[in-house]
């Protein structure tokens, strides 16, 4: 993304090299870091704790108030990410078909999670698939992903079983 690139570039800029021997390079730039990170937390505690009595008012404002001006920061925030309407096109149309999901009784949940971890599933899949030479058996040799497949299957069943267990 890029504010990491600009962040990376800063860095490099400044002759730091990210990765894990910035910590040997430099390490008062790295705990400098953490101190700010730290601070900016603790001054966002507290104007939070200052300004409750607003975030509690606006609570209250109509929800056809609300509404538009959601949409708008949304259509914003999407423009902002890579100045594209293309961007604002395809959420319009993820807005869309979540609205019919759940106006259909499907969870969007699913969905969303679909979405944002399905391009890193697949490359670690493709990632593993190199590794073991495309042997699936990877999958189901290891103890870690064994053990990661017992709990998926048994939590698939669960909601089917556990109504017949109560019975």
Known sequence: DPITAILLGALM?????????LFKQAPQFVYSVF???LVANLMTLIVTFATIKLWV????VPERVLLPIIVILCIVGTYALRNTFFDT??????GL???FMK???FPVVPMLLAIILGPNLEEHLRMSLIISQGDYAIFFTHPISLA???ISFF?????????????
């Open 148 to 150: 990661f497949i017992i």
């Open 155 to 167: 939590s698939f069943l669960w909601p089917i079983v556990w109504p017949l267990i109560r019975k």
């Open 103 to 105: 106006k259909s009784g």
């Open 89 to 94: 096109g395809i959420m319009f149309c993820f």
């Open 35 to 37: 101190w700010a990170y």
């Open 13 to 21: 800029i400044h002759g730091l090299i990210p990765g894990p021997l």
């Open 57 to 60: 008012r606006l609570l209250k």
């Open 97 to 99: 078909l979540a609205y």
